[in-house]
């Protein structure tokens, strides 16, 4: 990891950042950017997103022996957007894994006639996919599945963007018996307002992650500045046995666009993870993210510190200063 970085960043970029650009494909793509992750057998896998020179793009693994370096591009394994399938008319992005036994679970935005929407392919070896279909229409994004269900049903994270009464663009719970009816829909993580950092539109990263003290979240919000987007990181634990209780929020965010590679690229100010891998030693967790829609980097953490820093951060929504204030009303702006 980079040998400079300032110790007190809970995370630290890999020195060889970024790992994955458009120069490594054999042939002329665009940008390379928000893999999803996840390990198959002795090998870290990467399911890339592959913007091509079209404008669309498609998912394409990259296999690594320790996660880090040595990356492998695999053209002949991933997914293309099916030809005459509305839910993928423009494309297939932003892929999030949730291994299930021995089932990979890869819920991925399908690019619609009517815009983003959330779909379901089931892959055992990433060659081969066998799609589910639509879980949510557009417009919704940012979604993955827990790996465990919950009094027997599956849970979705993901983030619809009604258009109606200034509503804003949240993290949302959905939940379904057999992966295919969905419903029992709630607000999670609301985009908190005004002048904070996670103001007005926020969206889940990787997959939900099991740890000690519930599931961590990692989300990012975009703030709207005057010279664009910042989308930035932050942090959030939900209850073990009921994921629709939140039980600690940061208030401050915990990694943002800071080197050149996430400064500027084809969507500036932009890190974007969709995946990350808590290595053997249950402590080290790396973390897979997009820079500035245009590369593949890599930011390294201890489980254990981002867990004792929100360890400090009840929930709070909304408030201006830490604690609990109560639930969020929808139209309360
Ligand atoms: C989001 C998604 C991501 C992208 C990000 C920044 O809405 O579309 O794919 O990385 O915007 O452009």
Redesign the pocket.
Known sequence: MSPDADPRELFRRFAANPIITAAHFPRMVNAV??AGATVVGDRTLLLL?VEHRTGLSSLVVATSSDGLTGWEIDPLRGLDPLPGYFGEHWGV??PRITKVDDEYLVVY?GYSHAG?LVCLAKTRDFASFERSGVLQPPED??AALFPERFGGRWALIHRPSPSGAGFGAHVWISFSPDLRHWGDSQVLLAARRGGWWDANKV?LGPPPLLTRDGWLLCYHA?RVTASG?L?RLGLALLDRDDPTKVLARGNEWVFGPQEPYERHGD?SG?V?PCGWVLRDDGDTLHLYY?GA?SVVCIAEASLANLLSHLEGHPFAEDTGKPGNLGPFTPGDA
């Open positions: 950017f928000n997103r992005e932003d935005v983003p994004k940012d969206g975009v987007s989308y969507v932009v974007f997009g829609d």
